[in-house]
């Protein structure tokens, strides 16, 4: 699982650099993707190698990562 998530952090870091295409209607929300992928892989992590028990992060996952109108 880990090993996919850095394939598709990989694939949004160059579609990023590739998407900035004047005058779109609609804009992929790179950075916040890029911040979910960050927090499942620190989910990930901490279930492989506990240090002890933690309350779980109930902050959920935007989920949304397109918008209409300017670049976010």
Known sequence: ????????????????????????????????????IERIRHGLENYLTPSRAQPRDPVELSGSYSAEGRKP
């Open 1 to 36: 699982m880990i090993r996919q998530l850095n394939a598709l952090e990989d694939t949004a870091r160059r579609s990023a650099q590739v998407a900035d295409e004047p005058g779109q209607r609609y804009f992929f929300d790179y950075p916040r993707l890029a911040a979910d």
